[in-house]
């Protein structure tokens, strides 16, 4: 099916020059002179692909561009005009635009302009069916990853999940790991039967053991009915012990021991359980030190290590941000009941260049709180904390470097550097890390005098 392509503007020869070339492509075109035509258009029929004069009468381009994202939010907007600057660019994706030709061009440059555009949405696309076909797989909170690491990460989990062995998660808080175990019990035979979390860190030393084991009527104070544990609950299917370098040594040693016979002794009875439990740890600790330091057991840490994961942080996987930017914005405008359905480019790339010390978990609360303070239809810098919004240098050498300004431009130049490496200086393909237009990101390597 051909794509349908709005051309607006008030030259005649230009909308018939472009109507000829991009006819002769198989788009399927419709013209307009000013921004009424254009509505009136688009209440016509559907448009995929807009391009969109600055100057027309009745009104400007840039205020007729969020009425067109309104109307028609999945089409893709380029903006075309004689005034053409960098400022201007800018504004044109703040309000919804994809991309901006500056007049005169030839019509081959719209031309590559829109097929561009049309790979951009046709990823996106993939990406979307891609994110469902995982939804599916992993349960409500899917997995969305593009970068090399990450990706890594998800093939390692889906071959490890056929098998029962221990699978230890190790990585920082709110990397996800909770979420990487769902994942492995989805993805394993087990994927029917229970799976069990317990934050070992959470619960009291005094009550973890009757926790994880369970306990006899009268076991102990209080303990006035029996209790079944959590490995018990866990039969025949898996338990996840989250933090598990929390755990006292004393404990240490009776978990070694039911991963060892598989069966578990209730406190208070005589006799011991039988149980069939896939156990998959994760820790924020380094254990290895912590073995090292004698806090934790070495037998137990090898009990735990047959397939070990390290998960890594978020500010080393930033490609991944935008794809995670743009999955909680889906879900909180679904569960929040507001329109926002984009970010503007500079939002984006300062989400891109923060470092997210929480992690996965910080970013889906700054989402959160944007989304909720947003009054438009798009995120913008006014939405973000101030810390991610405006970071400070990270160690200014001279007071003149506290400049704001500096340190937005310190941000851009090492969040562009990340991208050309991630993509071996593939400028069209960092583009797309970065969230921007193959133009936008030529006018940064040249302002800021970037080399590939």
Not at 183 to 190: F, K, M, V
Not at 222 to 250: K, M, N, Q, S
């Amino acid at each position: 099916m051909s794509q349908r392509v709005l051309i607006v503007d008030d030259d005649e020869s230009l909308r018939d020059s472009l109507a000829l070339v991009l006819g002769a492509e198989g788009f399927e075109i419709a013209t307009a002179a000013d921004g009424a035509q254009a509505l009136a258009r688009l209440d016509e029929g559907t448009a995929d692909i807009v391009l969109c004069d600055l100057r027309m009468p009745g009104g400007s381009g840039l205020e007729l561009l969020p009425e067109l994202a309104r109307r028609r939010p999945e089409a893709t907007l380029i903006l075309m005009s004689a005034y053409g600057t960098e400022e201007l660019a800018l504004e044109a994706m703040r309000r919804g635009a994809y991309d901006y030709l500056a007049k005169p061009f030839q019509p081959a440059e719209a031309l590559l302009a829109i097929r561009k555009a049309t790979e951009r949405e046709r990823l996106r696309r993939a990406n979307q069916l891609l994110q469902r076909e995982v939804q599916r797989a992993v349960g409500e909170r899917p997995i969305v990853a593009a970068s090399a690491p990450m990706i890594a990460v998800l093939e390692l989990i889906e071959r490890a999940a056929e098998y029962k062995a221990t699978v230890l998660l190790q990585g920082e808080s709110g990397t996800g790991k909770e979420v990487l175990a769902r994942a492995i019990h989805l993805q394993s035979p087990r994927r029917s039967e229970a799976f069990v979390a317990v934050n070992c860190g959470a619960i009291p030393e005094a009550l973890l053991e009757s926790e994880l084991f369970g306990h006899a009527k009268g076991a102990f104070t209080g303990a006035d009915r029996a209790r079944r544990g959590l490995f018990v609950e866990a039969d025949a299917g898996t338990l996840f012990l989250d933090e598990v370098g929390e755990l006292p040594l004393p404990l240490q040693v009776k978990l070694l021991r039911v991963l060892q016979e598989e069966e578990v002794r209730p406190l208070g009875e005589s006799k011991s359980r039988s149980i069939d439990v896939r156990v998959i740890a994760a820790t924020a600790r380094d254990l290895e030190a912590e073995v090292a330091a004698g806090r934790f057991r070495e037998d137990l840490f090898y009990r735990l290590n047959v397939l070990r994961v390290a998960v890594p942080p978020l500010r080393e996987r930033s490609q991944d941000v935008p794809l995670l930017v743009d999955h909680f914005l889906a879900q909180f405008r679904s569960a929040l009941g507001k329109p926002v359905r984009g970010i503007a480019e500079d939002a984006m790339q300062r989400l891109v260049a923060y470092r997210w010390p929480g992690n996965v978990r910080e970013l889906e609360n700054v989402i959160e709180r944007a989304a909720i303070l947003a009054s438009g239809d798009q995120l913008t810098l006014r939405e973000l904390p101030s810390n991610v919004a405006h970071p400070e240098p990270a160690a200014p050498a001279e007071a003149g470097e506290l400049s704001l300004r500096q340190a937005r431009r310190a941000a851009e130049v090492e969040v562009i550097r990340r991208a050309l490496r991630a993509t071996r200086g593939n400028r069209t393909h960092a583009a797309r890390l970065l969230g921007v237009s193959h133009r936008a990101l030529l006018y940064k390597l040249k302002e800021y005098a970037i080399r590939d």
